[in-house]
Nanobody, 118 residues
Framework: QVQLTESGGGLVQPGGSLGLSCAASGSIFSIAVMGWYRQAPGTQRQLVATITGGGTSFVADSVKGRFSISRDNANNTMYLQMTSLKPEDTATYYC????????????WGQGTQVTVSS
């Protein structure tokens, strides 16, 4: 069974920075992609950034130039480095893991709250 443990959320002032971590544990044989999503109250969950098993990264236009995604393959840990934070970045941030092949299995973390406010 795979578990995702997120950490690093908290309260930060506009313009500040924050780093999130997602540690995956359990029976992980092959990582297809890991990613970060976020969801603010009353909105749909949206993609923030992804990184494939091959190391190819993607960041959404809304956070491009401010956020970066990385991964420690040895420890199956994914990171989201957030800088120049804005109030609109306030949301619950979720870690997503897709493992396989063979087969594809999706796992979600519990979420960590990021609040950007003066």
């Amino acid at each position: 069974q795979v578990q995702l443990t997120e950490s690093g959320g908290g309260l930060v002032q506009p313009g500040g920075s924050l780093g999130l971590s997602c540690a995956a544990s359990g029976s992980i044989f092959s990582i297809a992609v890991m990613g970060w999503y976020r969801q603010a109250p009353g909105t749909q969950r949206q993609l923030v950034a992804t990184i494939t098993g091959g190391g190819t990264s993607f960041v959404a236009d809304s956070v491009k130039g401010r956020f970066s995604i990385s991964r420690d393959n040895a420890n199956n840990t994914m990171y989201l480095q957030m800088t120049s934070l804005k109030p609109e970045d306030t949301a619950t941030y979720y870690c997503k893991l897709v493992v396989g092949p063979p087969g594809l299995h999706i796992y979600w973390g519990q979420g960590t709250q990021v609040t950007v406010s003066s």
